[in-house]
């Protein structure tokens, strides 16, 4: 069994720690993991993307980076950013994002264009409503937009471990002064993807 998946966002959103806590509930299930970054001008709000891959059997993963068509999964916190890693999907992958859109320091997007090219590019997507979720959450949904997503692809049942596994992994790598909250998003998200089930 192998399964790839790309998380991608801006600099700020949390894109690392979703590699690290996918990883972590993938080892305590007993599979080999290997993640990899690509970091951009993260800190001026640049692309942040995480190749996380996953396998029982170590050999089978030789690079860390994905290629075109390759990736089982895509979760990705900001609109522009699901186009830009829309080719790593493989035929039949599920695609998990965001409707927001963050601008980097250098201009602006049409972000109602970029939605209806993606809506025709992937038509199978998931398009969270992310914007709504962080103005119910004004102090705290932009920092748990992360988990927010994680919540929505582990209620899609398409990750090789459960939602519950994945929870457990929150719950060991998350800093206690920041679980309640990262709970909360995750169990909103689990939330909203079952609710379209």
């Given amino acids: ?6 998380i991608a966002g801006t600099g700020g959103q949390g894109t690392v720690l979703a590699s690290k806590l996918l990883a972590g509930a993938a080892m305590k299930k007993g599979l080999f993991a290997r993640t990899s970054e690509t970091i951009g ?6 692309s942040v993307t995480s190749h996380v891959r996953f396998s029982e059997n170590p050999a089978a993963i030789s690079s ?3 290629g075109l ?3 089982d999964m895509l979760i990705v916190m900001e609109l522009a950013e699901t186009v830009r890693v829309l080719p790593l999907i493989k035929e039949g992958g599920a695609i998990f994002t965001c409707n927001n859109a963050v601008f980097p320091i250098t201009g602006s997007y049409d972000a ?3 939605l209806e090219y993606l809506q025709k590019a992937a038509p199978d997507a998931f398009i969270a409503d992310c914007i709504n979720f962080m103005q119910k959450n ?4 932009t920092k748990t937009l992360n988990v927010f997503m994680l919540g929505i692809a582990a209620a899609s049942g398409e990750l090789p471990f459960s939602a519950d596994e994945l929870e457990e992994s929150i719950r060991k790598i998350i800093s206690p002064r920041f679980l309640e909250i990262n709970l909360t998003a995750f169990n909103a998200g689990k939330k909203l993807k079952e609710g379209s089930i």
């Fill in 112 to 114: 109602s264009e970029v």
């Fill in 69 to 71: 068509k390759t990736a």
């Fill in 41 to 46: 001008m993260a800190q001026r709000g640049g």
């Fill in 138 to 141: 004004k102090t705290t949904g």
């Fill in 64 to 66: 860390p980076i994905l």
């Fill in 1 to 6: 069994m192998e399964y790839n998946i790309v």
